[in-house]
T-cell receptor, first 113, second 110 residues
């Protein structure tokens, strides 16, 4: 398996633009997590899915953020409109039953100017 | 709200030295994981500890889960430059999710 695949690796966008981050989890994993990492706050859980169903989205900062998982092999995190304070590294991770550890993707470094 | 503290925040040592980093909480956890994150990459799982007092070894790394399952430590013997990275502890939350600490940033100089 190629692991968790995220795209793009880097994204630079202007304030107010829509940004879509993509994730392909490991085949067979039933949990998918979206995290945001900054120096100040560390790794923050934004939302997670179990069997494609959102379970907890309490970490989503505001209505500008939305996430979907239309099938077991694909998820998106969308920010609309983007703001400079959204600049961070966004990680997707997947897990089998949440018991055996998370496998993280390499992240998307987002810069909003 | 579960408070999770990792210490020290930063650690810079010479190759060959020993070190210990800590992960402390006021809550009891069913299990705890340790991850290492290298620059530009996602965290990678090192170990899972489940039983209070459990000790696990991974080559030069020794992980211990506290008796009361509220704290954990990671000891590295004879550190090498390849050990450089951000070490994150992650206890299990109540719904199968992990709670990550802010980590200890370790730099091992040759």
């Amino acid at each position: 398996d190629a692991g968790v695949i995220q795209s793009p690796r880097h994204e630079v966008t202007e304030m107010g633009q829509e940004v879509t981050l993509r994730c392909k989890p490991i085949s067979g994993h039933d949990y998918l997590f979206w995290y945001r990492q900054t120096m100040m706050r560390g790794l923050e859980l934004l939302i997670y899915f179990n069997n494609n169903v959102p379970i907890d989205d309490s970490g989503m900062p505001e209505d500008r953020f939305s996430a979907k998982m239309p099938n077991a092999s694909f998820s998106t995190l969308k920010i609309q409109p983007s703001e400079p304070r959204d600049s961070a590294v966004y990680f997707c991770a997947s897990s089998f039953r949440g018991l055996y550890g998370y496998t993280f993707g390499s992240g998307t470094r987002l810069t909003v100017v | 709200t579960q408070l999770l503290e990792q210490s020290p925040q930063f650690l810079s040592i010479q190759e060959g030295e020993n070190l210990t980093v800590y992960c402390n909480s006021s809550s009891v956890f069913s299990s705890l994981q340790w991850y290492r994150q290298e620059p530009g990459e996602g965290p990678v799982l090192l170990v899972t500890v489940v039983t209070g007092g459990e000790v696990k070894k991974l080559k030069r790394l020794t992980f211990q889960f506290g008796d009361a399952r509220k704290d954990s430590s990671l000891h590295i013997t004879a550190a090498q430059p390849g050990d450089t990275g951000l070490y994150l502890c992650a206890p299990a939350g109540s719904q199968g999710n992990l709670i990550f600490g802010k980590g200890t940033k370790l730099s091992v100089k040759p």
